[in-house]
């Protein structure tokens, strides 16, 4: 990343995230508001100290249409709500059984199983009724971006699919096809949903929208391929969570089907395919080509 970028980067991230975790915190329920123990869970996860990439490229995406972020934010604040509920579920013992995330004790470690169910169900609802009280966008944009994040988190284009592919193909090996479709679904549709949400907002045609989702695509890729890199290579200070947990539960990964040389490799390759997509936007996107540097380089 070019040195005069990376300063101005970092500057945009903090500035998302302060706005994001203003927002949510006027947006989720107070922990002393019953039922408490549910509430306190929510905020617990929430507010762990998440780098709030995905409601970042949302508001970056939308800037670059030309929207204002007041009317961006509440759907990226919805957008974190999916991605925690997300990590809470994936968190549990009859998912990927981890006891770490995001440096601190996972929800259902530090309250209890069935709380962090409960946690991860609220967030998920609470995100699509924040984004259809935002009554300040038209009904038809509000209608258009639910079935945005419904399709970015279910099946059978979603993330969800991708769960259900990724914990089918444990303990087996999996061809590299295989692999990326697992991880276009686990992890590309959602921050393929914060591209073209941002987008949506702003008013983006048709091939504007075309575009930013060819770039979105190889974003969300090219994140978990260095996802899966940092997993082998990284500390738990650096990460936040359990390294080296998937390759002990057998997990299908970029270093276990290419090789940690080829991975990084490949991670070039579609950062440079991102990049490409970019160029067809028409629009001033050096935020945008600095985020997919950021991911490239990311230690944590």
Known sequence: MPADIQPQLETFFAECRALVDHELDLLLPREDETPVTVHQAIRWSVFAGGKRFRPTLLL??????????????PAACALEMIHTYSLIHDDLPSMDDDDLRRGRPTCHIRFNEATAVLAGDALQTLAFKTIADQTQLPSDVRVHLISELATASGTPRGMVAGQAQDLEAESRQVTAEELERIHRLKTGALIGAAARCGAIIAGANGQELANITSYANRLGLLFQITDDLLDVT??????????GKDARSQKATYPGVYGIEAARKRALSVHDEACAALKEIGRSSDRLRAIADFILHRKM
């Open 234 to 243: 990284a500390t738990a200070e650096a990460i936040g969570k359990t390294p």
């Open 60 to 73: 970056a995406s939308g800037e670059t249409f030309g929207a204002r972020p007041s009317a961006l934010l």
